[in-house]
């Protein structure tokens, strides 16, 4: 099993930069696909980007190319957000799996505690 604890986040204006981190604690190097996902309010939890260290089935939003990057070193992964919108504001999770990168949430068994992310207009 892998823990997951996320820092970063809070508040930015539109235009803006933040970096999220998720460090990984516990079997780390089963764990090669790292996503992450994000929930607005009164929606559903949507994937922003995936990184995979085993094949290249990592995916990035269409929404967020160009602007938002993923990368890992060793034991910590990173989102780096720039160019924010406010239609990016939500709270961002990062996520686990020890198979290549998938989209969907269900098929994560380990997740972050969650970070808010607001971008403001």
């Known amino acids: 099993q892998v823990q997951l604890v996320q820092s970063g986040g809070g508040l930015v204006q539109s235009g803006g930069s933040l970096r999220l981190s998720c460090a990984l604690s516990?079997?780390?190097?089963?764990?090669?696909?790292i996503a992450w996902f994000r929930q607005a309010p009164g929606k559903e939890r949507e994937g922003v980007l995936c990184?995979?260290?085993?094949?290249?089935t990592g995916w990035t939003h269409d929404s967020v190319k160009g602007r938002f990057t993923g990368s890992r070193d060793r034991n910590t992964v990173y989102l780096q957000m720039n160019s924010l919108k406010p239609e990016d504001t939500g709270v961002y999770y990062c996520?686990?799996?020890?198979?290549?990168?998938?989209?969907?949430?269900?098929?994560?068994?380990?997740w972050g505690q969650g970070t808010q992310v607001t971008v403001s207009s």
């Open positions: 990184i995979s260290n085993s094949d290249r």
């Open positions: 516990g079997f780390t190097l089963d764990y090669s696909a």
């Open positions: 996520a686990a799996r020890r198979e290549i990168c998938v989209v969907v949430p269900g098929a994560y068994a380990d």
